[in-house]
């Protein structure tokens, strides 16, 4: 059972930052491509950012593009969402996802390409 535990959430000001982790279980980390989405109450969950396994290739949403960086750091089993210059609108519950299978350069960029997902940490930005 391989399993996805995100980490760093919390409420923050606008214009602040946040760095949200996402530990993997199990088989080896770097077999896994990695994705952060999200999802706003009455909303549909959407990409927000992608990693390739090595660490090499990364692709993110229009929305964020310039404030947040997703790395990975293989010898931790560890990716990372490092957030700045927070807006309302970036408030959601935050899930970390994994997928096996992807060449060592892609990324995966859909839902629906990841078989794996974390229980989400929150995100809250207000004054």
């Known amino acids: 059972q391989v399993q996805l535990v995100e980490s760093g959430g919390g409420l923050v000001q606008p214009g602040g930052s946040l760095r949200l982790s996402c530990t993997v279980s199990?088989?080896?980390?770097?077999?896994?491509?990695m994705g952060w989405f999200r999802q706003a109450p009455g909303k549909e969950r959407e990409v927000v950012a992608g990693?390739?396994?090595?660490?090499?290739?990364?692709n993110y949403a229009d929305s964020v593009k310039g404030r947040f960086t997703i790395s990975r750091d293989n010898a931790k089993d560890t990716v990372y969402l490092q957030m700045n210059n927070l807006k309302s609108e970036d408030t959601a519950v935050y899930y970390c996802a994994a997928t096996v299978g992807l060449p060592y350069s892609a990324v995966a960029s859909t839902r629906r390409e990841y078989g794996y997902w974390g229980q989400g940490t929150q995100v809250t930005v207000s004054s």
């Open positions: 199990r088989r080896t980390f770097s077999a896994y491509a």
């Open positions: 990693v390739s396994r090595s660490g090499a290739i990364t």
